[in-house]
Each structure stands twice: as structure tokens, then as C-alpha cells.
């Protein structure tokens, strides 16, 4: 079984701040990782995933997220927000074992105040 | 190549209507999977098929819905007799699905919003 809990349903920060989105995940197998975005109207977008390699995986936009496991978290920071980085944000856990299944949660809005 | 396609972009229907929603994944994408996205809510997993089987339609709300897949390929997403709270945005996604692969990236399509009046 696996479950994914993103903690904060809304996250507001103001320009230039860090943005910290937190992901909690529980998996029976060595799980794979992916933070995706979604923009107002637009499809969701990869933003970085791990995958039992590096545990501080960067992505794009200058986003970065640390696989910690004793912790079961997938947290994603970005140093300085910008208001371009307003949008809602997904964390996502899938298996490795013969059936890929693929677990999203419930999405953190991140508001970028000016 | 092209990215996953999706059709209708917008379906306006009458309850009780059917309607079939389709999706083009990336040519080589074993893996589909269909979710469903309600106003203001996350993505809702709704059935995923690896090839033309389905080994998980866990999600699927009722028996008015129903999904096939062919030739490896396109599928059709199906819902009879629709209700209002059938209005959604319904997203399909594709990836490579290689078994005991780790980190298959899902590439998602730009959904079809659908209204039921």
C-alpha cells in the first residue's frame, strides 16, 4: 500500500522568500518520487523526481526537493520565490514492483505575494 | 514527437447523455492512466491500463463509467448517462510503464473539461 500527505492545502509567501512544500509518503516498496505543477489553466508539468540516486534531486525552476526516509518526507524548497511560482503543486509517490501504481496528493496552492 | 493528446477539449452535455472522452498518448507509452480533476480538488485516480488491460480500475466512481484501450494505443474513456457531478476535468497521462523500472515520468494531456448541465 502507499499513501502520499501533503500537509498544507495553501501556502502563501511573500517574493523573494523561501518557499518550503511539505510531502509525507508511505510506500511497502523502494518508492519513487515526483513533484509536479500546475499552472491556472494549464497541464501539469514535471517539476523533479527521485528515483534511489541522489537524495537531493534539483529540478527546474530552481526547485529542489530531499528524499529523506527515516523521515518518509519528499519536501520541495526554493530558495527565493518568485511570482512566477504561483500555482498548485503535487507530490506523487509510485511503486517500482510490477505494477506501477501511482498515488498523487491532494495538491498545496502556493500564493506569491508581492 | 507529440506530446499526449486529448479530445474533446471542452464537452458540454445533458444529463442523462453518454459521452466519450478520448486519449492519444506518446507513441511507445505502454502505460496510461486516467484521472479526474473536480473544481478546486486534486487529481483523482480513475483506472490505468498497462498495454489494453486494466489492472487497476480501483478508481472508477460507479458502473456508468468505463474505459478501453487498443491496439496499445488510444483509449476511450466512457460515461453513461451522465450526472452533474460528472463535471470535471478529466486528464489522461502516458509513460513508458517499463516493469521494475523505477521513475516513470507520466506526461500528462491537456484534459477535457467536461459540463454536464
Known amino acids: 500500500a502507499q499513501s502520499v500527505t501533503q500537509l498544507d492545502s495553501h501556502v502563501s509567501v511573500s517574493e523573494g522568500t523561501p518557499v518550503l512544500l511539505r510531502c509525507n509518503y508511505s510506500s511497502s516498496y523502494s518508492p519513487s518520487l515526483f513533484w509536479y505543477v500546475q499552472h491556472p489553466n494549464k497541464g501539469l508539468q514535471l517539476l523533479l523526481k527521485?528515483?534511489?540516486?541522489?537524495?537531493l534531486v534539483k529540478g527546474i525552476n530552481g526547485f529542489e526537493a530531499e528524499f529523506k526516509k527515516s523521515e518518509t518526507s519528499f519536501h520541495l524548497t526554493k530558495p527565493s520565490a518568485h511570482m512566477s511560482d504561483a500555482a498548485e503543486y503535487f507530490c506523487?509517490?509510485?511503486?517500482?514492483?510490477?505494477?506501477?501504481?501511482?498515488?498523487f496528493g491532494t495538491g498545496t496552492k502556493l500564493q506569491v505575494i508581492p | 514527437g507529440a506530446g499526449v493528446s486529448q479530445s474533446p477539449s471542452n464537452k458540454v452535455t445533458e444529463k442523462g447523455k453518454d459521452v466519450e472522452l478520448r486519449c492519444d498518448p506518446i507513441?511507445?507509452?505502454?502505460?496510461l492512466y486516467w484521472y479526474r480533476q473536480s473544481l478546486g480538488q486534486g487529481l483523482e485516480f480513475l483506472i490505468y491500463f498497462q498495454g489494453n488491460s486494466a489492472p487497476d480500475k480501483s478508481g472508477l466512481p460507479s458502473d456508468r463509467f468505463s474505459a478501453e484501450r487498443t491496439g496499445g494505443s488510444v483509449s476511450t474513456l466512457t460515461i453513461q448517462r451522465t450526472q452533474q457531478e460528472d463535471s470535471a476535468v478529466y486528464l489522461c497521462a502516458s509513460s513508458l510503464g517499463i516493469v521494475r523500472r523505477a521513475g516513470n515520468e507520466q506526461f500528462f494531456g491537456p484534459g477535457t473539461r467536461l459540463t454536464v448541465l
Open positions: 507513441s511507445g507509452h505502454t502505460a
Open positions: 527521485y528515483t534511489s540516486a541522489a537524495t
Open positions: 506523487v509517490v509510485t511503486g517500482t514492483g510490477g505494477y506501477q501504481k501511482v498515488t
